[in-house]
């Protein structure tokens, strides 16, 4: 085994005695099971740690992840995590947090293959193509793909509030916000997006669901 794997293990090892020298029962209670108000959907990209970030602890926050924390309406893998936390866990609160710097957004922007990623990325152009006229607008690269990365986490959070399962848990007047954050990786520091929804009332009423 590599050095690197053996020093994991250690790792673990000293994280547990940590947590129990702090408090012999922490892990007895994570036992009993979890009961999680927020659902993280967030990045894969390793610098953007969901329960560090906002300083919680295991049993926390339910987290869901993929390349450029997109929320795609055929993703069975993203629809079953959503169902299991807004049905199951009855969480209150849903944060789409994106970040700066996204490989996948800024692959999006431009036409370089990539491998079976491409196919993934191809979500985040369409986001592209909806806003062609604000992005293209900006003339400053960097400031062009900060924005980009800031409008595709507004979509997400408005793409989830399309899917049945978060429309149903409204229907059936479930407790349930929607946030769109981002990231700073170079500074450490979210910030909020201003875009938050409670109601279906909120979506065009072409996407709206009756029961």
Sequence with gaps: MSELYD???ENNKKWVE???ELDPD???RLAEGQQPPLLWIGCADSRVPANEIIGAQPGEVFVHRNIA???VHSDMNMLSVLDYAVNVLKIKH???CGHYGCGGVKAAMGNQTIGLIDNWIRHIKDVYRLNKKELDGIANEDEKFDRF???NVK???FDLAKTSIVQNAWHNDQELYLHGWVYGVGSGIVKDLGVNVSSEKQLDEVYQLNF
Aim: charge should be negative; hydrophobic fraction near 65%.
């Design 18 to 20: 940590n947590k129990l």
């Design 94 to 96: 849903i944060i789409v």
């Design 69 to 71: 924390n997109m929320v």
């Design 7 to 9: 020093q994991l293990i």
């Design 26 to 28: 922490f892990f007895a």
């Design 149 to 151: 990365v800031e409008i």
């Design 155 to 157: 979509e997400q959070v």
